[in-house]
């Protein structure tokens, strides 16, 4: 099994970064019943005003195969593609269980 794991920093004020996010955990949250081989994803926003990260999100894969499925995946995509002209950063790391 792989965690893939990433955090998103994104631009803009605080009520438009919360904005996005909300909009991209609920997009994000209906890709396991859509893309096959994610078998779970958990989204959470920062609640933490005094950090700069403000989306994380863990997904569960049965192999490093699958997380490329799942970051080619249309749907996986049109998620990402809320955070366009919104993301600043983004750091991931993949492991396995």
Partial sequence: MVKHIVSFKLTGTADERLDVARRFKAALEALPAVIEPLQSIEVGINANPAEDWD??????????????????????????GLLAGHKEARACVDYEV
């Fill in 55 to 80: 989306v994380v999100l863990t997904a569960l894969l049965p192999t490093m195969a699958d997380v490329e499925v799942y970051a080619r995946h249309p749907a996986h995509v049109a998620a990402a």
